[in-house]
């Protein structure tokens, strides 16, 4: 027998980026428009990586075909590595090790190779070692992933060993660091990286960084040594030489010195100007930190240093001498600093260079004088290639450029260097001889800037290394979610090439390829696209889950309905999970492959058009459109959904009023039910077809029927349920205090007449006896599940508060009612109803869900049946704590037991420590136990952080097991255990012998006219009660026969 497998948790898709929503203000002053975005977790997009050499590959060289390129997407949790080829999702780079719980920040970095010196045949394997670097098209290093994490440790991979893992895609590839390095330094005790950046972008710059190793900036946040105060640092580290394990050094976990560069202080505003004048410390103002860094590097300008330069390295000589800056950019929301790292200093003492080389931009735009101070703050930034101009992107739109300003800066510190103290005064400072440039397009924040050079020609022809002077463009991008191209080199200022409607959400980041002219840009709705930057045809696009909210005031309604969870259900036809009312796809479905992590399929039920703000400062953002529930048939084919959508027509649908940045505004909430029928793919409308090849996935259903306002100008739908045949439907109202029921045409209509699909077949008002029960327990959420049809179909439930009523659709008769307290006193049954499940396809059983109750209940006799006699039992989840409650729970079918008997089981999620963490369950029906693998007292159990508000069984084959949960912060986990063929049992079951027969031998509930899937024989079932686990004076019914219920059963 195999060993069984315990039970493991998956992450399989959530928020791309950890900010992707930023649109909004980071306090409560409705004028405070700071940036939240930062470039400590922003996608990187590594160089072309030749296959045919396993260290690394020169990116000039695009002539061979197996060269890969990633696009990493790092998130406080996991990098996710994918293709740039085609955007699929390759492996997850996941941090391990004692301590580390985050990633904090992420940076890519050439590593020289380390080399063994041979004084034997060093001389003679000269040539023949550049002739083999020169042959296989490598250099001689490999490009590294440093991730920076709490804790102060730094862990590496290697790109190259991302080949091995591009072969089988998915989200099951899981790679662990190759080395881990502690930080240490003089100034800081347990620093911690929060900022990580390196300007080893090209092989070539890597050479005459250093030849020791890879250099890192960052900033780093830590308790001061000697003292008990605080402080953030410039820090630069360099990361040592892997040694290959035949070397005999263990490289699993090193220790690595940072040197402190110059310290970071929050200065008041009146001394602001004295402080950044001295440029002694990078100063800021109160409440103001440091959004984003960057590191670059520029060659020199002294022709005298470039020639030394070259000459060095024709020599192979040491590295000593001139080599050119590495300057550090450090952005806040109301600052700019630059910081020179001269590298011919990095070999020697602190003390042989004592002159500054920090220099503060704090001078406003000409424009800034008709905008507050927050929304001129800085919101993006972007350092041109050749390291030779800035780009700073502002909250109110504006664009400025600053030309040469690294040139400037460079020749200010060197001029500083050499100028007497007495003289630095007639010196110019580098704000005031840089020229800047202002473009404005955008309407809202800048939030994304990249600059793209000409294809194939970034590198230069020249040695000079003055590659910048080629023609290059700027991308930027924001909340219009339209990609705006501005050709600077040709002085025009004005836009000359939009992409509009490039996402539902706004655009957040972009990278750009400087080697195959590839436009990667980030949405906030989750979706990822690459373009062509030479005529912008999109070349693929991927939508992950779009499970952050488009904006932040969709939340910030004071008199709108409360949105429910995602809505996860699995399609019988495509065998894929089914998502809608998925914050970041407004009116969506869509159609997810857990496999790939992407989505597969969509259709859009609500249309939505982004309309963008006039002013983003007064006008609140218009509602998006929301699918609130949704319901399909056994089969696939019929679908029915219910949406909202939201009008400035305030004669038409229920009145709102939302909250904006001025006070509250009305405007009116539609809500429609519509009917959806699957049409043959083969047969797909033309339209689709145009879609397909746009890069959009259609599925193929069409609209047959749609209903506004299906329960009145003010009623709302708080429950929806589709027939397993698919061709009843029922639904709820609260305010209409009544449910409809909806049945399908099938009738062939006369030639030249239309008829409807669908039809209002019926409306029952609430039951005398259940009058306000429904407002008690109702509210308009999609993880309620109020009304449910029988397996059969036969038989309608529709819940009331803690009743539960069964119904005869056919003719609108009331049968009998149900709760969860076994005497169905009403002071005991105070919980209501959340949802009601059917739990087999061939056994009578109901299972009823409150906030803190659950329980298994026959739907024959009412309240004081006997039915199921010691096998109806209920559970209350408060025993787990005063904080615990059901989240989630859903029917396992064709899960199997020990037995083979199926349908009898269900999984359960339940909310622990104010919904910190979720415990989900999969109990059997008839012990109410948690089901154990075979061989293992172990419970079939997952454990997972947050609140689970979705489950959906994705795959059940034998005993293996897989389930989807959808978390409250929209997370998609996988939980799974058991391989196929491997059997599962009951804790209670395995103590007995014996086993039963769960097949349905009582009658179905069935009145009128039976449909099509109901069964034509009446069947009679014997119970047979075990060991009660109830009270003593529970009435033994072993071995009584049930009568046949007639149709007129009450």
Not at 243 to 261: A, H
Not at 410 to 439: K, W
Not at 720 to 728: C, F, I, T, Y
Not at 996 to 1024: C, E, F, H, M, N
Request: proline letters at 5%; charged letters at 20%.
């Amino acid at each position: 027998m195999a060993p069984p497998t315990n039970p493991q948790v998956h992450h399989v898709d959530g928020p791309m980026l950890p900010h992707l929503n930023h649109f909004s203000p980071t306090s409560s002053q409705t004028d405070s428009i700071l940036p939240r975005a930062t470039t400590s977790l922003v996608p990187i997009l590594t160089p072309p990586i030749s296959s045919s050499s396993s260290s690394g590959s020169n990116p000039g060289n695009n002539d061979d075909d197996n060269a890969h390129q990633y696009l990493l997407v790092p998130n406080t949790q996991r990098i996710v590595v994918r293709s740039a080829h085609h955007g699929k999702r390759v492996c997850d780079l996941i941090p391990e090790g004692e301590g580390v719980t985050n990633i904090r920040a992420v940076a890519l970095a050439w590593l020289p190779r380390h080399h063994v010196e041979n004084e034997d045949s060093e001389e003679e394997q000269g040539e023949d070692d550049d002739e083999d670097a020169s042959e296989d098209g490598s250099d001689d290093g490999e490009w590294v992933i440093l991730a920076a994490c709490t804790n102060g440790i730094v862990q590496e991979w290697s790109v190259a060993g991302l080949s091995d893992t591009s072969k089988s895609l998915g989200h099951g590839n899981i790679i662990g660091p190759r080395r881990s390095f502690q930080l240490t330094c003089t100034t800081m005790k347990d620093l911690d990286l929060i900022h990580l950046t390196s300007a080893s972008n090209e092989e070539d710059t890597s050479k005459l960084l250093s030849s020791d190793g890879a250099v890192l900036y960052g900033l780093a946040k830590g308790p001061d040594n000697g003292s008990d105060g605080e402080s953030t640092w410039l820090v630069r580290c360099e990361i040592p030489h892997f040694l290959s394990p035949t070397d005999g050094e263990n490289q699993s976990k090193l220790s690595l010195s940072v040197k402190p560069l110059v310290s970071v202080k929050t200065v008041s505003s009146k001394a602001f100007s004295k402080e950044t004048s001295e440029n002694n410390h990078v100063c800021l103002k109160k409440k103001d930190c440091i959004f984003g860094i960057m590191a670059a590097y520029r060659p020199s300008s002294n022709p005298d240093d470039n020639e030394r330069m070259d000459y060095m390295l024709d020599n192979n000589s040491d590295n000593t001498g001139a080599k050119g800056d590495v300057f550090v950019v450090m952005c806040a929301s109301h600052g700019l600093v630059i910081y020179r790292d001269s590298l011919h200093t990095q070999k020697f003492d602190d003390d042989v260079d004592a002159s500054p080389a920090l220099v503060h931009f704090v001078q406003s735009m000409k424009s800034s004088q008709y905008y507050s101070k927050d929304q001129s703050a800085f919101s993006s930034m972007a350092i041109s290639p050749g390291t030779k101009d800035l780009a700073l992107g502002r909250a109110n739109g504006h664009i400025e450029v600053l030309d040469n300003v690294f040139e400037n800066a460079a020749n200010y510190f060197d001029q500083l260097r050499r100028t007497n103290i007495a003289e630095e005064d007639s010196l110019q400072h580098p704000e005031e001889v840089t020229v800047r440039r202002t473009v404005h397009w955008h309407a809202h924040p800048v939030r994304a800037l990249a600059f793209l050079t000409a294809y194939g020609r970034h590198r230069g022809s020249t040695n000079d290394g003055k590659s910048f002077a080629n023609p290059m463009s700027l991308l930027s991008g924001g909340e219009e979610s339209v990609l705006v191209t501005w050709q600077l080199d040709r002085n025009f200022h004005k836009p000359s090439n939009f992409v509009a409607r490039v996402g539902q959400g706004g655009i957040v980041h972009m990278v750009c390829c400087q080697y195959s002219g590839k436009v990667i840009v980030f949405c906030s709705d989750n979706s990822v696209q690459c373009y062509n930057g030479s005529n912008y045809d999109r070349d693929w696009a991927e939508q992950g889950l779009a499970s952050m909210a488009l904006h932040d005031d969709d939340e910030t309604q004071q008199d709108g309905p409360r949105k429910g969870p995602v809505i996860l259900v699995k399609d019988p036809i495509t065998k894929y999970p089914m998502l809608t009312n998925l914050p970041g796809a407004p009116g969506m479905v869509h159609w997810y492959n857990p496999k790939s992590s992407s989505v597969v399929g969509t259709l859009e039920v609500a249309p939505y058009n982004r309309v963008s703000r006039r002013d983003p400062h007064t006008d609140p953002h218009i509602p998006a459109p929301a699918v609130t529930h949704m319901a399909v048939g056994q089969n696939g084919k019929d679908m029915v959904t219910v949406d909202t959508v939201w009008t400035e027509n305030t004669s038409v649908g229920s009145s709102y009023d939302l909250a904006g940045p001025q006070g509250t505004t009305a405007m009116n909430m539609c809500t429609s039910i519509k009917f959806w029928s699957y049409v043959d793919s083969s047969k797909g409308v033309k339209s689709d077809q145009r879609k397909r090849r746009n890069g959009e996935v259609p599925m193929s259903y069409e609209l047959v029927s749609s209903m506004a306002a299906p329960h009145g100008r003010d009623g709302e739908v708080c429950a929806l349920a589709v027939a397993p045949n698919g061709r009843v439907a029922c639904t709820l109202s609260q305010e209409e205090d009544a449910f409809r029921v909806w049945v399908k045409n099938t009738d062939a209509s006369p030639a030249g007449v239309a008829s409807t699909h669908w039809k209002c077949l019926y409306k029952v008002k609430t039951p005398s006896g259940y009058a306000n029960l429904l407002a008690q327990g109702a509210t308009p959420a999609s993880s309620q599940q109020l009304v449910a049809f029988s397996s059969d179909g036969t038989v309608l439930s529709v819940s009331y508060g803690p009743y539960v009523t069964l119904w005869d659709h056919s003719n609108a008769t009331l049968l009998t009612s149900v709760t969860l307290d076994d005497n169905g006193s009403v002071s005991r049954a105070s919980e209501s109803i959340q949802s009601v499940n059917f739990l087999t396809k061939n056994d009578d059983v109901m299972l009823l869900t409150g906030t803190s109750q659950i329980g298994v209940k026959s739907p024959f006799g009412g309240v004081k049946s006997c039915y199921l006699g010691n096998d109806e039992w209920s559970f209350d989840v408060g025993s787990f704590g005063k904080e615990a409650l059901i989240s989630a729970v859903v029917p396992l079918y064709d899960f199997k037991c020990e037995s083979g008997a199926t349908g009898g089981f269900f999984a359960i999620s339940i909310t622990l420590d104010n919904a910190s963490k979720s415990i989900i369950s999969v109990i059997s029906r008839d012990e109410g136990s948690v089901v154990c693998a075979e061989g293992t007292d172990s419970p079939l159990q997952w454990q997972v952080d947050g609140e689970v508000q979705s489950l959906c069984l994705d795959k059940c084959v034998g005993s293996f097991i897989q389930l989807l949960a959808v978390t409250k912060d929209c997370q998609l986990l996988s939980l799974s255990c058991g391989v196929d063929g491997f059997a599962r049992k009951g804790r209670a079951a395995s103590l007995q012998s014996t086993t039963r027969d769960v097949r349905a031998q009582a009658p179905v509930l069935k009145s009128g006219v039976a449909t099509a899937d109901a069964q034509q024989s009446v069947k009679r079932r014997k119970i047979g009660i075990g060991i009660s686990r109830g009270s003593e004076n529970v009435r033994n019914t072993s071995g009584f026969e049930f009568p046949a219920l007639s149709g007129k059963f009450t």
